[in-house]
């Protein structure tokens, strides 16, 4: 059992970051990254931990500004630019799209267009501008805290929407798969680890990290009947941003 764990460990840290660890994927694939979710909030937090050390090292050398920049470009790539790519592709798909078909092939078109990349311009200087804006007392902890968010919001999505394509996709080992006893234990492990970072108003962020992904599960059920591997990544992405405007609110000027 214990083998097995950590064999869905790993192969959470494979799917969420460019670390490659086991080779095959296997005629199980699919099966096994179902397996995995309730790690997610560990791999947010070794990413977090990454973007931390990025930023505290690289603060000694250059200006924050630049530093600020170094951490949001390491967080692409450490991810591979999986959500941040499924966020230009979210944005495509529903600003251009007309019906259910045409947003799910425009979503699965690996060009991006104009919506698309306006829309990922102006989230990422959005995203920059907002770590920028941290306080620097607070700024390491909401860098190591906001993976953490931003993956555990895949518990209660996959939980509560369908997959909407009749089709496979990464998403479809996720979306309605999770089930209620993975979602309470990957939320009391996220909630150790947000409490443990961020004290009592790290409960107020889960809750509003939750209404957020409700909010966008619905949308994109209404939109499409469902979700995909696209609004997973955009999900991730948007609760990202969301965590540090909440952490710019709550805990400005302590």
């Given at each position: 059992?214990?083998?097995?764990?950590?064999?869905?460990?790993?192969?959470?840290?494979?799917?969420?970051?460019?670390?490659?660890?086991?080779?095959?994927?296997?005629?199980?694939?699919?099966?096994?990254?179902?397996?995995?979710?309730?790690?997610?909030?560990?791999?947010?937090?070794?990413?977090?931990?990454?973007?931390?050390?990025?930023?505290?090292?690289?603060?000694?050398l250059l200006p924050l500004s630049v530093s600020d920049a170094l951490v949001?470009?390491?967080?692409?790539?450490?991810?591979?630019?999986?959500?941040?790519?499924?966020?230009?592709?979210?944005?495509?798909?529903?600003?251009?799209?007309?019906?259910?078909?045409?947003?799910?092939?425009?979503?699965?078109?690996?060009?991006?267009?104009?919506?698309?990349?306006?829309?990922?311009?102006?989230?990422?200087?959005?995203?920059?501008?907002?770590?920028?804006?941290?306080?620097?007392?607070?700024?390491?902890?909401?860098?190591?805290?906001?993976?953490?968010?931003?993956?555990?919001?895949?518990?209660?999505?996959?939980?509560?929407?369908?997959?909407?394509?009749?089709?496979?996709?990464?998403?479809?080992?996720?979306?309605?798969?999770?089930?209620?006893?993975?979602?309470?234990?990957?939320?009391?492990?996220?909630?150790?680890?947000?409490?443990?970072?961020?004290?009592?108003?790290?409960?107020?962020?889960?809750?509003?990290?939750?209404?957020?992904?409700?909010?966008?599960?619905?949308?994109?059920e209404n939109r499409i009947g469902g979700i995909t591997?696209?609004?997973?990544?955009?999900?991730?992405?948007?609760?990202?941003?969301?965590?540090?405007?909440?952490?710019?609110?709550?805990?400005?000027?302590?």
């Open positions: 059992m214990n083998y097995e764990l950590i064999k869905d460990f790993l192969l959470s840290i494979q799917f969420l970051t460019i670390i490659n660890i086991q080779n095959s994927r296997g005629t199980d694939y699919e099966k096994r990254l179902r397996g995995t979710t309730i790690f997610f909030p560990f791999v947010g937090l070794l990413i977090g931990i990454i973007l931390f050390l990025t930023a505290k090292l690289s603060s000694l949001l470009i390491v967080l692409i790539i450490i991810t591979g630019g999986l959500h941040i790519d499924g966020f230009a592709d979210t944005i495509d798909g529903f600003a251009g799209g007309k019906d259910k078909e045409n947003i799910l092939i425009i979503m699965k078109d690996s060009r991006i267009g104009t919506f698309g990349v306006t829309g990922l311009i102006m989230f990422l200087m959005t995203k920059y501008l907002a770590i920028q804006s941290l306080p620097v007392d607070s700024k390491y902890l909401i860098l190591t805290v906001m993976p953490v968010f931003g993956r555990w919001s895949v518990l209660p999505m996959g939980l509560l929407f369908e997959y909407a394509r009749t089709g496979g996709g990464t998403g479809k080992a996720f979306a309605g798969s999770i089930k209620l006893k993975e979602f309470i234990i990957g939320t009391i492990l996220s909630s150790v680890i947000i409490v443990s970072l961020l004290g009592v108003k790290g409960f107020l962020m889960i809750a509003v990290i939750f209404i957020a992904t409700l909010i966008i599960g619905r949308y994109s591997g696209d609004v997973f990544g955009a999900t991730i992405e948007i609760n990202e941003l969301i965590t540090i405007i909440m952490a710019l609110v709550l805990f400005n000027g302590e």
